[in-house]
């Protein structure tokens, strides 16, 4: 049998045959009560000629520890150097120690990033017999020791919280997608790696195997915006095998990390309404086309987009694909004002591959939505009357002249035109495309001093180009008010019958029966027709040049006055018509 009875300088063990073996040990016990015979045993002499600042914990028996060592004599020649053989020392203090006693006595009480000079009396070393050719009998021994890692068995994942949002809905859970930035460092601080210089998050499902052991457990219950510091035992992070060449093994592992993003496979889109106007008319459904404002950010608060930045409405049609599949979906059920923040998970939004250089891949997204307006391509004009005289005798209509206020602004209140911005209320007249459809629409039906407030969807305003201060698309609401009414004719008509004319038309018209009409006697018959309701005048236009117009007409071979022959043309063969049907 060869027992083993210590480790030589180059880690490897000794084994002696079993009659040497209990040979030695019997010189050893007997040198040792000699020496204790003579006066008290000489113990280590530590030197700590370099202690960090900060040291959270010192090495206690049962210890693991990683260090770099230089073991010399007392006169500075040396006999061995983890440095030579390219990797450190690693082992438990005082348990089944693979060491000599005095540098495991050495060690303790060592501090992460400490550099002590250890020097160690024979007896604690190789003693009266040495280690074969390299170290001689009775060798006082001196070691150069930087310890590189610490860690127990019984040692947990360590969390440090360095900042917490303090509105927190929601933290991190099993199965929930994370996307994390980090810092990652070695205990002695050596960073081995790091996201911000890849400038791109880490991303990873947690509790499914994909990240280190102590990374699922140092995510879980964290926040978006969250800064945590987890500090990672070697055995719940690469352990003996270490990661390339920057990781090695038994290392102890601290991830500086900020989570960034968050979601889960199974969430749906959520909608917080912040304001919703009183009352809402109506609430928008698949098919109609909206208008709106938003911002875009991640779930750490950074911006990606906004509406606002260039001052124009996002607009488009809800429930038609137009739209990534979550804002389609939150824009069912809007009123018209209302304000919303919608958080849209990356399956309902840009999906793993992001957008471009906007949006990242796997991409939770919040929109404030503030909402302008909507409308159906088949909507009509809404009119809602404010006020109606009791004496209401005489209506608006097509043709009719009118003089009336009017104030225009966008269903979410901004003020557009107004007619106090001129100097006297406009006149116009209905029915002949003066004015935008919607509002000649709602201007007519009118009485006299009677205010209504009407709806005009864009296709019955300014439609997709909208006008000078009129965005594109845009509903109008306008609140009218009729100040006065003269009913009118027929587009192209200068004068109407109100009654049955008289028959025959040219006696009744040539008052002295002198067979002609000069200009004078015209003007005096259809003045008495009008000032008897029995006709009308076109209103809006002077009253003479209007009876200069239609008697210009009448008289064909412009001598100056209508014949009996002149009231009436040949169109064709078989019928015979007036020049104007007015007369």
Same mark, same amino acid.
């Given at each position: 049998?060869?027992?083993?009875?210590?480790?030589?300088?180059?880690?490897?063990?000794?084994?002696?045959?079993?009659?040497?073996?209990?040979?030695?040990?019997?010189?050893?016990?007997?040198?040792?009560?000699?020496?204790?015979?003579?006066?008290?045993?000489?113990?280590?002499?530590?030197?700590?000629?370099?202690?960090?600042?900060?040291?959270?914990?010192?090495?206690?028996?049962?210890?693991?520890?990683?260090?770099?060592?230089?073991?010399?004599?007392?006169?500075?020649?040396?006999?061995?150097?983890?440095?030579?053989?390219?990797?450190?020392?690693?082992?438990?203090?005082?348990?089944?120690?693979?060491?000599?006693?005095?540098?495991?006595?050495?060690?303790?009480?060592?501090?992460?990033?400490?550099?002590?000079?250890?020097?160690? #009396?024979?007896?604690?070393?190789?003693?009266? &017999?040495?280690?074969?050719?390299?170290?001689?009998?009775?060798?006082? /021994?001196?070691?150069?020791?930087?310890?590189?890692?610490?860690?127990?068995?019984?040692?947990?994942?360590?969390?440090?919280?360095?900042?917490?949002?303090?509105?927190?809905?929601?933290?991190?859970?099993?199965?929930?997608?994370?996307?994390?930035?980090?810092?990652?460092?070695?205990?002695?601080?050596?960073?081995?790696?790091?996201? %911000?210089?890849?400038?791109?998050?880490?991303? @990873?499902?947690?509790?499914?195997?994909?990240?280190?052991?102590?990374?699922?457990?140092?995510?879980?219950?964290?926040?978006?915006?969250?800064?945590?510091?987890?500090?990672?035992?070697?055995?719940?992070?690469?352990?003996?095998?270490?990661?390339?060449?920057?990781? #090695?093994?038994?290392?102890? &592992?601290?991830?500086?990390?900020?989570?960034?993003?968050?979601?889960?496979?199974?969430?749906?889109?959520?909608?917080?309404?912040?304001?919703?106007?009183?009352?809402?008319?109506?609430?928008?459904?698949?098919?109609?086309?909206?208008?709106? %404002?938003?911002?875009?950010?991640?779930?750490?608060?950074?911006?990606?987009?906004?509406?606002?930045?260039?001052?124009?409405?996002?607009?488009?049609?809800?429930?038609?694909?137009?739209?990534? =599949?979550?804002?389609?979906?939150?824009?069912?059920?809007?009123?018209?004002?209302?304000?919303?923040?919608?958080?849209?998970?990356?399956?309902? =939004?840009?999906?793993?591959?992001?957008?471009?250089? /906007?949006?990242?891949? @796997?991409?939770?997204?919040?929109?404030?939505?503030?909402?302008?307006?909507?409308?159906?391509?088949?909507?009509?004009?809404?009119?809602?009357?404010?006020?109606?005289?009791?004496?209401?005798?005489?209506?608006?209509?097509?043709?009719? &002249?009118?003089?009336?206020?009017?104030?225009?602004?966008?269903?979410?209140?901004?003020?557009?035109? @107004?007619?106090?911005?001129?100097?006297?209320?406009?006149?116009?007249?209905?029915?002949?495309?003066?004015?935008?459809?919607?509002?000649?629409?709602?201007?007519?039906?009118?009485?006299?001093?009677?205010?209504?407030?009407?709806?005009?969807?864009?296709? /019955?305003? %300014?439609?997709?180009?909208?006008?000078?201060?009129?965005?594109?698309?845009?509903? &109008?609401?306008?609140?009218?008010? /009729?100040?006065?009414?003269?009913?009118?004719?027929?587009?192209?008509?200068?004068?109407?019958?109100?009654?049955?004319?008289?028959?025959?038309?040219?006696?009744?018209?040539?008052?002295?029966?002198?067979?002609?009409?000069?200009?004078?006697?015209?003007?005096?018959?259809?003045?008495?027709?009008?000032?008897?309701?029995?006709?009308?005048?076109?209103?809006?236009?002077?009253?003479?040049?209007?009876?200069?117009?239609?008697?210009?007409?009448?008289?064909?071979?412009?001598?100056?006055?209508?014949?009996?022959?002149?009231?009436?043309?040949?169109?064709?063969?078989?019928?015979?018509?007036?020049? %104007?049907?007015?007369?």
């Amino acid at each position: 049998t060869f027992p083993y009875i210590y480790s030589g300088p180059d880690n490897h063990n000794i084994y002696l045959p079993l009659a040497l073996f209990l040979q030695i040990t019997t010189l050893t016990v007997l040198f040792t009560l000699i020496h204790v015979a003579c006066g008290q045993l000489e113990n280590v002499i530590i030197d700590r000629y370099f202690i960090p600042t900060h040291c959270s914990r010192e090495v206690q028996i049962g210890d693991y520890v990683r260090y770099q060592y230089n073991g010399t004599f007392e006169d500075g020649r040396k006999f061995d150097s983890s440095l030579d053989k390219g990797f450190p020392f690693v082992g438990q203090v005082g348990v089944e120690s693979k060491v000599i006693p005095g540098l495991d006595k050495g060690v303790q009480g060592m501090c992460v990033n400490e550099r002590r000079k250890i020097t160690i #009396p024979s007896h604690l070393a190789y003693g009266v &017999l040495g280690a074969g050719s390299v170290i001689p009998p009775d060798a006082t /021994l001196v070691f150069d020791v930087l310890l590189l890692d610490l860690w127990n068995k019984e040692d947990k994942v360590q969390i440090r919280t360095l900042h917490k949002q303090q509105n927190c809905k929601r933290t991190v859970m099993p199965s929930d997608f994370v996307r994390y930035h980090y810092n990652g460092s070695l205990l002695v601080g050596n960073l081995f790696d790091s996201s %911000h210089l890849q400038n791109s998050t880490y991303d @990873s499902y947690v509790g499914q195997g994909s990240l280190l052991k102590g990374m699922e457990e140092g995510l879980l219950g964290m926040c978006v915006g969250e800064r945590r510091l987890i500090i990672i035992p070697p055995f719940l992070a690469y352990d003996d095998k270490g990661y390339g060449t920057k990781v #090695p093994p038994y290392a102890t &592992l601290i991830f500086d990390v900020l989570l960034v993003d968050m979601f889960n496979v199974k969430d749906d889109v959520n909608v917080e309404v912040q304001k919703i106007p009183q009352p809402c008319r109506r609430r928008a459904v698949g098919g109609d086309f909206i208008r709106y %404002h938003y911002n875009g950010t991640f779930q750490d608060g950074t911006y990606f987009d906004s509406s606002y930045s260039r001052n124009s409405t996002y607009n488009t049609f809800i429930g038609m694909g137009y739209v990534i =599949a979550g804002i389609d979906k939150a824009l069912q059920g809007v009123c018209v004002g209302e304000w919303r923040r919608v958080t849209v998970p990356p399956h309902l =939004a840009y999906g793993e591959n992001g957008s471009g250089e /906007l949006i990242p891949r @796997s991409a939770v997204l919040i929109f404030d939505l503030h909402i302008i307006d909507f409308h159906n391509p088949k909507d009509q004009v809404e009119i809602k009357v404010i006020y109606k005289p009791a004496d209401c005798n005489l209506t608006s209509a097509a043709n009719d &002249l009118i003089m009336y206020r009017y104030n225009c602004s966008l269903l979410d209140g901004t003020h557009l035109y @107004s007619s106090d911005d001129y100097p006297e209320p406009p006149r116009v007249t209905l029915g002949q495309g003066k004015l935008i459809a919607g509002l000649d629409e709602g201007l007519q039906g009118m009485c006299v001093l009677e205010r209504r407030e009407i709806t005009v969807p864009p296709h /019955l305003a %300014h439609g997709t180009n909208g006008a000078l201060g009129v965005p594109s698309n845009a509903v &109008l609401l306008f609140e009218l008010e /009729l100040l006065q009414l003269q009913k009118g004719v027929p587009e192209g008509f200068l004068f109407i019958w109100l009654k049955d004319s008289p028959e025959p038309l040219f006696p009744a018209m040539d008052m002295n029966q002198d067979q002609k009409v000069p200009l004078e006697e015209f003007s005096a018959f259809i003045k008495l027709q009008v000032a008897e309701s029995r006709g009308r005048l076109h209103p809006g236009i002077d009253s003479d040049t209007v009876l200069r117009d239609m008697f210009s007409k009448q008289d064909r071979n412009a001598d100056g006055k209508i014949t009996e022959d002149e009231l009436n043309i040949i169109v064709n063969e078989e019928e015979e018509v007036p020049k %104007h049907e007015e007369l």
